[in-house]
């Protein structure tokens, strides 16, 4: 014990004293510790891909860490906004989280994959009524915002000769500054633009783009896990991210119907008992789904079918 605490042996290079783990510290000896978000935005959508990676745990009620069922893994439940210290100190080895709070924490970490969940935008926003049309317009002014960071640098470069906004920080609820006289401008995400409107605010400007993202110490001791894990979860989000197609086709119409659907790598093709024609197999981003399917049709496809594909390994 250490000042009250059980200090835990870690796969890391340092010895974390998370007073919350202390319960079943065997839990973490010479494991890999993957932090993921205990609630908000990014809480669920990180699970499902957990799961979908097949990185199952089982997590005692109130307990912030749980032990992976299927690889030598612990996963340690922290809020999103300090997961990047943590890995950046090599307290736990990978963690998801936003770029927008990596960017924030100012730590070196390795962005290993983007997730595709979490997208938004940090932006600069002042009440509908303002005279203030664009960001250098808030030179002089007070900007309230939880990026303090991001913030004071935006305003640096904008208004280098001196005169930046005044940046005050707040921890949550930053839309309602303006309205109660805290600042002139706010620095907030934006996600589909609906709580920004209804706080009678607009953005005039965007200081970044953020979506969740896989970090990683750049020091880890489980590199092989690291990537183990990485490319399971990049084999998942492909899975999300794409459909197979089949189809049959008369051979001559084959170069139109490539140029249709690529593929990742190349399309599958299979000989039909008629030389004349072939099937082809060809894995299409579902985002465009529609068109392309409209696209072959007319290049002379038939008997097209679609599969959901429930997992992939790149
Ligand atoms: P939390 O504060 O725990 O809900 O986590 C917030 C994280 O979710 C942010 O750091 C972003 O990376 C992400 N996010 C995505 N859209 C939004 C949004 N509209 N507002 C706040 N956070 C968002």
């Given at each position: 014990m250490e000042n009250g605490r059980t200090t835990l042996s870690t796969s890391g290079n340092l010895t974390p004293m998370l007073p919350s783990l202390t319960?079943?510290?065997?839990?973490?000896?010479?494991k890999l510790l993957f932090a993921i978000p205990?609630?908000?935005?990014l809480y669920e959508p990180s699970v499902a891909l957990l799961q979908s990676c097949d990185l199952k745990y089982r997590r005692k009620h109130r307990l912030d860490v749980a032990g992976c069922l299927t690889l030598n893994v612990a996963f340690v439940f922290l809020p999103a906004a300090d997961i990047p210290l943590y890995v950046s100190q090599g307290r736990v080895d990978l963690g998801i989280t936003g770029q927008d709070v990596v960017a924030e924490a100012q730590v070196d970490v390795d962005?290993?994959?983007?997730?595709?969940?979490?997208k938004c935008r940090l932006c600069v926003q002042v009440p509908?009524?303002?005279?203030?049309?664009?960001?250098?317009?808030?030179?002089?002014k007070r900007v309230i915002t939880s990026f303090p960071n991001l913030t004071r640098q935006f305003f640096k470069t904008k208004c280098p000769n001196g005169d930046a906004a005044t940046v005050h920080f707040v921890?949550?609820?930053?839309?309602v500054a303006c309205c109660l006289g805290l600042g002139e401008g706010i620095v907030d995400l934006v996600e589909s633009g609906d709580t920004m409107r209804a706080a009678g605010l607009h953005a005039i400007d965007e200081i970044l783009k953020s979506e969740a993202v896989l970090i990683a110490n750049?020091?880890?001791?489980?590199q092989d896990l690291v990537k183990v894990i990485s490319s399971r979860v990049e084999g998942a989000i492909i899975a999300k991210r794409y459909v197979m197609v089949e189809y049959n086709l008369r051979r001559e119409d084959l170069p139109k119907a490539i140029q249709v659907a690529p593929g990742k790598r190349s399309p599958t093709l299979a000989p039909l008992d008629d030389p004349d024609w072939v099937a082809v197999k060809v894995m299409v981003p579902n985002h465009d789904l529609g068109n392309i399917l409209d696209s072959l049709k007319a290049v002379g496809a038939l008997d097209i079918v679609v599969y959901n594909l429930s997992n992939t390994r790149p």
């Amino acid at each position: 014990m250490e000042n009250g605490r059980t200090t835990l042996s870690t796969s890391g290079n340092l010895t974390p004293m998370l007073p919350s783990l202390t319960r079943d510290p065997e839990q973490l000896d010479g494991k890999l510790l993957f932090a993921i978000p205990k609630k908000g935005r990014l809480y669920e959508p990180s699970v499902a891909l957990l799961q979908s990676c097949d990185l199952k745990y089982r997590r005692k009620h109130r307990l912030d860490v749980a032990g992976c069922l299927t690889l030598n893994v612990a996963f340690v439940f922290l809020p999103a906004a300090d997961i990047p210290l943590y890995v950046s100190q090599g307290r736990v080895d990978l963690g998801i989280t936003g770029q927008d709070v990596v960017a924030e924490a100012q730590v070196d970490v390795d962005e290993v994959l983007r997730l595709d969940f979490g997208k938004c935008r940090l932006c600069v926003q002042v009440p509908t009524a303002s005279e203030c049309q664009k960001a250098e317009d808030l030179a002089g002014k007070r900007v309230i915002t939880s990026f303090p960071n991001l913030t004071r640098q935006f305003f640096k470069t904008k208004c280098p000769n001196g005169d930046a906004a005044t940046v005050h920080f707040v921890s949550g609820s930053v839309e309602v500054a303006c309205c109660l006289g805290l600042g002139e401008g706010i620095v907030d995400l934006v996600e589909s633009g609906d709580t920004m409107r209804a706080a009678g605010l607009h953005a005039i400007d965007e200081i970044l783009k953020s979506e969740a993202v896989l970090i990683a110490n750049k020091n880890s001791q489980h590199q092989d896990l690291v990537k183990v894990i990485s490319s399971r979860v990049e084999g998942a989000i492909i899975a999300k991210r794409y459909v197979m197609v089949e189809y049959n086709l008369r051979r001559e119409d084959l170069p139109k119907a490539i140029q249709v659907a690529p593929g990742k790598r190349s399309p599958t093709l299979a000989p039909l008992d008629d030389p004349d024609w072939v099937a082809v197999k060809v894995m299409v981003p579902n985002h465009d789904l529609g068109n392309i399917l409209d696209s072959l049709k007319a290049v002379g496809a038939l008997d097209i079918v679609v599969y959901n594909l429930s997992n992939t390994r790149p």
